[in-house]
Antibody, heavy 117, light 108 residues
Framework: QVQLVQSGAEVRKPGASVKVSCEAS????????MHWVRQAPGQGLEWMGW????????NYAQKFQGRVTMTRDTSISTAYMELSNLRSDDTAVYYC??????????WGQGTLVTVSS | EIVLTQSPGTLSLSPGERATLSCRAS???????LAWYQQKPGQTPRLLIY???SRVTGIPDRFSASGSGTDFTLTISRLEPEDFAVYYC?????????FGQGTKLEIK
């Protein structure tokens, strides 16, 4: 069964960083594009960036350039997204999601990141 | 960055009716690489359509989509109670892979 299992909810203070993990099972991590998408409470979906399957190069939305880092550890089939210099408007559910060359066909369950002083 | 504008913001219809959702891009979507997703409260999005008009295996055939370039449409021919949800379009032809703001399909 194909699954993406994310780490649990996090609470951070403004200015801090958070690192969310996403473990893939039932498929090979390096065969798919891995995206990160976030959704603020009651809001729509926002694409943050992706990692390409071959070589692991990344591409980030300009909005997050300089604050986001996407990595992976293929030995444990896990992808990571780290967001730094957090602000209150970064409070959201963060999803990892995979795609073949089509749309996103599999989503993690989401990780709620709350930024509050 | 390609901006996707979905309309209407909210669509109120009754079961059995036909729903037509629009997604307009600020620039041409490369290769018509546009997807449609359905999201129900508390759930992750579900891919319905990719490549502007290709239905994902297992998605009922009452869902269809069309369009090219900058104008795209998702049609639900006869609404079932389980179809009431929020629908998003997303272009994945160029980075960033932007989403539309969503159309909420609610029961009238």
């Amino acid at each position: 069964q194909v699954q993406l299992v994310q780490s649990g909810a996090e609470v951070r203070k403004p200015g801090a960083s958070v690192k969310v993990s996403c473990e893939a099972s039932g498929h090979t991590l390096t065969n798919y594009y891995m995206h990160w998408v976030r959704q603020a409470p009651g809001q729509g979906l926002e694409w943050m960036g992706w990692m390409i399957p071959n070589g692991g190069a990344t591409n980030y939305a300009q909005k997050f350039q300089g604050r986001v880092t996407m990595t992976r550890d293929t030995s444990i089939s896990t992808a990571y997204m780290e967001l730094s210099n957090l602000r209150s408007d970064d409070t959201a559910v963060y999803y990892c999601a995979r795609s073949p060359a089509t749309g996103i066909d599999q989503w993690g369950q989401g990780t709620l990141v709350t930024v509050s002083s | 960055e390609i901006v996707l504008t979905q309309s209407p913001g909210t669509l109120s219809l009754s079961p059995g009716e036909r729903a037509t959702l629009s997604c307009r891009a600020s620039q041409r979507v490369s290769n018509n690489w546009l997807a449609w997703y359905q999201q129900k409260p508390g759930q992750t999005p579900r891919l319905l359509i990719y490549g502007a008009s290709s239905r994902v295996t297992g998605i009922p055939d009452r869902f269809s989509a069309s369009g090219s370039g900058t104008d795209f449409t998702l049609t639900i021919s006869r609404l079932e109670p389980e179809d009431f949800a929020v629908y998003y379009c997303q272009q994945y032809g160029s980075s960033p892979h932007t989403f539309g703001q969503g159309t909420k399909l609610e029961i009238k």
